[in-house]
């Protein structure tokens, strides 16, 4: 494709940046948000203390992530372009709405749903969506999956952490699975605060949230739906991981190693035997982005354990708007192929973008 040179959208490097882990999120969500971080009945902590900061902190950190959820126009399109982002694939911010009872989080995904799909139709070469479910009403869920890809135009669903303390692997939830595999969407598995069953020691030392509580939570999650088996009952299920993949790349060689061992001693009746290694779906289901890691070290390890064919670019706006990462990743000192892979042709090819406009 060729490279217009349009300030911003466009660069002098040979690639387009899209960045894949943008969130949003509604004002009149956010003010729901703030009264349920504050309900006294509330029996979340991860969720009081993530949102009962955000939502009320005069700190500039917390206003400008308010500002910058809120926004799906011209600040948004301005932070871009000084940035170079020539596309953004965004989210509804986590927990999304899977924190509420299921008629009210069936009701307000959909809600959201329209919100991002204007917005989208607005700026069609500036946006994708991504569609947001209520995983506590899994049939409900799974319309507005369809809804959100064939009449929204979204190109993948997100899924933000548990669901009311519950983890996906549980088979209540594998007919969202079954409808992502179905429509040929991957899913974005996004860090939510530990649950409440596991949240104490990381509070007590205000580790709970994208500072670590996020990632041991999400790493564990998606090696649940590993060791559950939903990828040898769904072998041609995506998923997407950021965060560098969650440190499961770092430990990859050993749960290859330990998860054999563990089956073949029969320390747990319940175990099951899968049709592969775990690298294996690591490597064939499972995508990752780098946000909020703007670090060669890890996407470079990221690279070489998964293939640069499934490593791609994200910024997490707004909660890490920081120019210089940007320049950090242009200027890492991988093959010029790969790079171009990481930052445009993966996402391309993932979230099936229309690349004659972006
Ligand atoms: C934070 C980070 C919050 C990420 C997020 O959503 C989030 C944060 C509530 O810094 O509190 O998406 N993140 O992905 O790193
Ligand atoms: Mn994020």
């Known amino acids: 494709m060729v490279n217009k040179d349009v300030p911003g959208r466009t660069n002098e490097r040979g690639y387009l940046r899209i960045a894949t882990e943008e969130a949003f999120a509604p004002a009149s969500l956010l003010d729901l948000y703030l009264k349920h971080a504050r309900d006294p009945g509330l029996d979340d ?5 993530l949102w009962g900061f955000y939502a009320a902190s005069p700190s500039p950190r917390a206003r400008f992530i308010i500002e910058g959820l809120k926004d799906l126009g011209e600040k948004r399109l301005r932070d871009m372009d000084a940035t170079g982002i020539a596309h953004q694939v965004i989210a509804l911010t986590a927990p999304g709405v899977q924190v509420f009872e299921p008629a009210l989080a069936t009701r307000l ?33 799974v319309k507005e999956m369809e809804r959100g890809i064939r009449k929204l135009g979204f190109k993948a669903v997100i899924l933000n952490g548990h669901t009311r303390g519950e983890y996906h692997d549980d088979p209540k939830f594998w007919s969202l699975f079954e409808a992502a595999e179905a429509l040929n969407v991957p899913i974005y598995l996004h860090p939510n605060a530990p649950p409440k069953q ?13 500072v670590y509580g996020f990632g041991v939570d999400t790493g564990l999650h998606m090696l649940r739906i590993i060791c559950a088996g939903v990828f040898d009952r769904f072998p041609k299920l995506q998923f997407i991981i950021g965060h560098a993949g969650e440190a499961l790349p770092y430990w990859l060689y050993r749960l290859d190693y330990m998860h054999a061992a ?20 690591l490597r064939n289901n499972i995508y990752i982005t780098n946000s909020g890691v703007a670090w060669q070290p890890a996407i470079q390890f990221c690279q070489s354990v ?19 990462e940007v320049r950090f990743c242009d200027e890492m000192t ?15 090819r993932v979230f099936k973008l229309n690349t004659a406009t972006l």
């Open 334 to 348: 991988i093959p010029d192929e790969h790079k171009k892979m990481f930052f445009q042709t993966n996402a391309e």
């Open 198 to 210: 596991m949240i104490q020691p990381f509070l007590e030392a205000g580790l709970d949230g994208a």
């Open 109 to 141: 995904a959909i809600d959201a749903n329209d919100m991002l799909a204007d917005a989208v139709k607005a700026h069609p070469t500036r946006y994708t969506g991504m569609v947001a479910i209520a995983p506590q009403d899994p049939a409900n869920a």
């Open 306 to 324: 998964i293939g640069p064919e499934r490593v791609m670019y994200a910024m997490d706006y707004p909660y890490q708007y920081v120019p210089e």
């Open 45 to 49: 902590p991860g969720f009081k203390s």
């Open 262 to 281: 563990t089956l073949k001693s029969n320390r747990y009746p319940f175990m099951k035997q899968l049709s592969h290694p775990i690298s294996h779906y």
